[in-house]
């Protein structure tokens, strides 16, 4: 038994103003969805939507997951570039260097994005979104290859990654240093465990292979939190 991503969430001031933006970089459907958060239902096998969910807390340092988007030529990249500044992102600086071809930009709430550039051959294939890319461990990868039922696609220098068996967008995850935690992650995933199986089932076994119960203050949610052994807080929930 292994779990499905269901969805990877954000934070956010504005879910509705956040859900605009990524919309329209995207081009995936908005929809509202429980408790005053808005979704964006994929337009393609992506297989997992993007949440935004109401949220007063403060962007404190870089978030440790981010979007990498996929080009399919300098042009397009441009364009992709062009649309999300229009959009109310803005260029920012996290070290890139002049060599490196992918464009670094945040979200008009400061979350972190990059479109890659076209030649780049390790997303080839992927799908618009070509990864979430992670700030962790090797340990935390070889946890989520687990928790997903994906296989590792990457495995070297403490560098990992893994996709579903059906392909599209790869998660990944860059080793050591890793950033120190800063409060609640701002972008966490949202589980739900296959049909056949129960919530409680599925928590145990996340648990058995390095998961932790945590409490964020969460109150009564149809799910239950948990952390991955970097300390990334996720969500099983009872249903979608």
Known sequence: MSADLFALCFD???PVG???FWSGVLGWTPTADRDGSVALVPGDDTGFRLRFVPS????VGPNRIHLDLTSASLDDQRERVARALALGARH????QRPEEGQVVLADPEGNELCVIEPDNGFLAGCGLVGAINCDGSQEVGHFWSVALGWPLVWDQDQETAIQSPRGGTK???????????????RLHFDLVARAGGGLQTEVERLVSVGATPVDVGQGAVDGVVLADPDGNEFCVLTSR
């Open 12 to 14: 956010a001031k504005d």
């Open 18 to 20: 956040l859900a605009h």
């Open 56 to 59: 007063q807390e403060t962007k």
């Open 92 to 95: 920012i600086d996290i070290g």
């Open 171 to 185: 998660i990944t995850w860059g080793g050591p240093p890793v950033a120190p935690r800063t409060g609640k992650g």
